[in-house]
């Protein structure tokens, strides 16, 4: 259930941008991320399964 | 100096979140711990001992955040702190909070899956003891508290050599003992001679709340501990000739320079050089006898 902020503005158009910036940046940096722990679970169970990645 | 308020349409930025892990006391975390990982007897494979060091700065990173969560009115009223995330309006303190706990989570479960549960379990306690046995309960209370947070601190090295032999034997324990008594003479060489505003914040640190002559005895005393630490495990055969003359002068170096510091009567921060070289030569023992145990096992193999 969404309560309602009375301290909530809304926001100015420059404010708008900044925030999707930093949220767009945000995305990027966790996409990133969720990329390099996918390659290293990868690797990861090559070792658990055979003891060696190859 | 009151914290500055977070606007409703604040969104932390990916720098803000990764200042909150407090990357430069990362560098020190990381260099034990590997540390601790090469001295250990024994092989690792270079995944998992990747992924194990990657854990344990994770796990330090969520020890930082939850220590600035909890810490924000302080941070709030010293200058050196005031401008971290959370005093300075950046972030609210709830995204610092749950950052914190799904990271150290998340490092846990990645050490204890891809490692072993016994270096996941030491983890699990160092981000425990770190938040919440001295952020939390032991900080504000006692001026001992370097000396409790040093513990946190002493961990990674253990953390490392129990991610090869999944077992904690007398050697990391000696490893754990020399940044333990490490820490205190590092730390309070420093609050001698920087005006921190510890004070300021209610934070009983040694020179304030016992004198400047009492912090400068218990140096020498500590230092003392600290190389009878740093000889043993050198005494006890468990390493080789460079690492045990790398000791024993570093020691003989560190003990000078705190006693010259205990000699020293100066109040005058301007004037403290005994307690700015016993600083700096601090730093460089801890990397240097490091170092060279790492040396002495490449050496030895």
């Known amino acids: 259930m969404s309560e309602i902020d009375p301290n909530k503005k809304a926001m100015s158009p420059e404010e708008q941008k900044a925030y999707q910036a930093r949220q767009k940046h945000r ?11 996918v390659v ?15 | 100096m009151t914290i500055a308020s977070t606007s409703p349409h604040k ?4 720098q803000d979140l990764f200042a909150l892990t407090k990357p430069r006391v990362m560098s020190l975390v990381i260099f034990t711990a590997i540390c601790g990982l090469l001295a250990a007897p024994g092989a690792i494979h270079p995944v998992i001992g990747f992924t194990a060091i990657l854990a344990i ?34 972030m609210d303190r709830e995204t610092a909070l749950h950052f914190g706990i799904g990271l150290a989570v998340f490092s846990v479960l990645l050490m204890g899956l891809a490692v072993n549960w016994l270096s996941a379990g030491i983890l699990a306690f160092s981000i425990f003891f770190y938040a919440v046995v001295y952020t939390i309960w032991l900080k504000r209370s006692t001026p001992q508290n370097i000396v409790i947070g040093g513990a946190a601190g002493a961990f990674p090295p253990v953390i490392g050599w129990a991610a090869v032999t999944g077992d904690v034997t007398l050697m990391p324990v000696l490893l754990f003992a020399i940044i333990f008594f490490w820490t205190p003479p590092h730390f309070w060489a420093l609050a ?17 709340v016992a004198g400047r002559q009492s912090t400068r005895r218990q140096i020498a005393i500590y230092s003392m501990i600290l190389a009878a630490c740093a ?20 020691s003989i170096g560190f003990a000078f320079l705190s ?31 490091f170092g060279a145990l790492i040396a002495d096992r490449i050496i030895l193999a």
Not at chain 2, 11 to 14: G, Q
Not at chain 2, 237 to 245: F, P, S
């Open chain 2, 259 to 289: 006693f010259r510091v205990a000699l020293s009567k100066t109040e005058d921060p301007g004037a403290m050089k005994a307690e700015k070289h016993l600083f700096s030569f601090s730093i460089i023992y801890l990397f240097a006898l």
């Open chain 2, 192 to 208: 001698l001679f920087v005006n921190s505003d510890y004070s300021k914040a209610g934070i009983p640190m040694m020179p304030v």
């Open chain 1, 40 to 54: 290293l679970f990868y690797f990861i169970t090559f070792v658990k399964i055979n003891g060696s990645v190859l």
């Open chain 2, 11 to 14: 969104l932390a930025s990916a």
């Open chain 2, 231 to 250: 000889i043993a495990p050198f005494a006890l055969d468990r390493t080789g000739a460079v690492y045990g003359t790398v000791a024993i002068v570093l």
């Open chain 1, 27 to 37: 995305a990027i940096i966790t996409a990133a991320l969720l990329f390099f722990l």
């Open chain 2, 57 to 90: 700065s994770l796990g330090a990173g969520a020890s930082a955040a939850l220590n600035q969560w909890y810490e924000q009115d302080i941070d709030a009223v010293m200058k050196r702190t005031a401008n971290r995330p959370l005093p300075a309006g950046r």
